[in-house]
């Protein structure tokens, strides 16, 4: 039987079970809170935008402000960016944007 979660669990869930490293946060979701003790352990040996989904899932968890907009626009890889302004959406309490439902021309005005 599945939980229902708040927004902000399903944004962080929705990060941290990326394919990108979902085999390494594995151990650290547990049905409660994320261990983000463990997981910044873990992050040590991850590449610098793999660590940053680590980082961003924390900051969305904890509210501490850690994450810069500059860090996620410009050290993010496409899919990766994708995942994260996903879970921004999840914690909005919306439902991600399919691929063919993204606007092609910007943001409105």
């Given at each position: 039987m599945?939980?229902?979660?708040?927004?902000?669990?399903?944004?962080?869930?929705h990060l941290?079970?990326?394919?990108?490293?979902?085999?390494?946060?594995a151990?650290?979701?547990?049905?409660?809170?994320?261990?983000?003790?463990?997981?910044e352990v873990e992050s040590?040996?991850?590449s610098s935008g793999e660590a940053l989904l680590i980082r961003?899932?924390?900051d969305l968890w904890t509210a501490q402000?850690?994450?810069s907009l500059t860090d996620v626009v410009r050290r993010l890889d496409a899919a990766s960016?994708?995942?994260?302004?996903e879970a921004l959406r999840l914690a909005r309490g919306?439902?991600?944007?399919?691929a063919a439902e993204a606007p092609e021309q910007g943001l409105a005005a």
């Open positions: 599945q939980r229902d979660v708040s927004p902000d669990h399903a944004a962080v869930l941290l079970s990326a394919v990108l490293i979902a085999g390494r946060t151990p650290y979701l547990t049905d409660d809170d994320p261990d983000f003790l463990g997981l040590e040996t991850m961003i899932a924390s402000r850690t994450v960016f994708t995942r994260v302004v919306h439902t991600p944007l399919l």
